[in-house]
């Protein structure tokens, strides 16, 4: 089984400030980790993702995350926010196991302050 | 242009009338699947297929159907619609079925109100 826990619902930041979005997961084979934004009225499209290989990865728009396999944790930064970041983010999981089944996060809306 | 393609993207119906959202991709990929987003909630599988008439359910299938006869179109049928299938609903394909790695791509999504 798997499963993927997004500690924050909402993130408020100022404009220029860094930008902190917290996921965990279980997953009782190899994970693939993912991060995706979703802009309003829009599909999901994906900023990054983790795959095995390195530990920190980085993503589109100024994006890295990284992957803690002793925390379970893949956590999102970005060191300056920008508007075009207010967006709903999404950590999703996939496994080896189960046909490589995504699983989704339940998202983070991020809200940017002028 | 790559792209996954969702029709209609808004629909208000009634209780019990049939419908079928359209998805279709334009890359060749072998896996498709519905998700469902719901405040809260983030996205829930409704259904996937892993390659031409090869179909599964995911964690949410009830009250709906799929179809796969063409690799680049996957529809979504709702035989009765009840308003607890108002949603929002994605479309979304991945090249190499089975690789975790593969980037979904989706569509914009289609948002069904049932009265």
């Known amino acids: 089984a798997q499963s993927v826990t997004q500690l924050d619902s909402h993130v408020s930041v100022s404009e220029g400030t860094p930008v902190l979005l917290r996921c965990n997961y279980s997953?009782?084979?190899?994970?693939?980790l993912f991060w995706y934004v979703q802009h309003p009225n829009k599909g999901l499209q994906l900023l990054l993702k983790y795959t095995s290989a390195a530990t920190l990865v980085k993503g589109i728009n100024g994006f890295e995350a990284e992957f803690k396999k002793s925390e379970t944790s893949f956590h999102l930064t970005k060191p300056s926010a920008h508007m075009s970041d207010a967006a709903e983010y999404f950590c999703v999981v996939s496994s080896t196991s189960n046909d490589y089944k995504l699983s989704f996060g339940a998202g983070t809306t991020v809200t940017v302050r002028a | 242009e790559a792209q996954v393609t969702q029709n209609p993207r808004y629909l208000i119906t009634v209780t019990g009338k049939k419908l079928t959202v359209t998805c279709s991709q334009n890359m060749n990929h072998e896996y498709m699947s519905w998700y469902r987003q719901d405040p809260g909630l983030g996205l829930r599988q409704i259904y996937y297929?892993?390659?031409?008439?090869?179909?599964d359910k995911g964690d949410v299938p009830e009250g709906y159907k799929v179809s796969r006869k063409e690799k680049r179109n996957f529809p979504l049928i709702l035989e009765s619609p009840s308003p607890n299938q108002t949603s929002l609903y994605f479309c979304a394909s991945r090249r190499r079925q089975g690789a975790p790695e593969g980037e979904l791509f989706f569509g914009e999504g289609s948002r069904l109100t049932v009265l």
């Open positions: 297929s892993m390659n031409v008439e090869v179909t």
């Open positions: 997953s009782s084979y190899s994970p693939s």
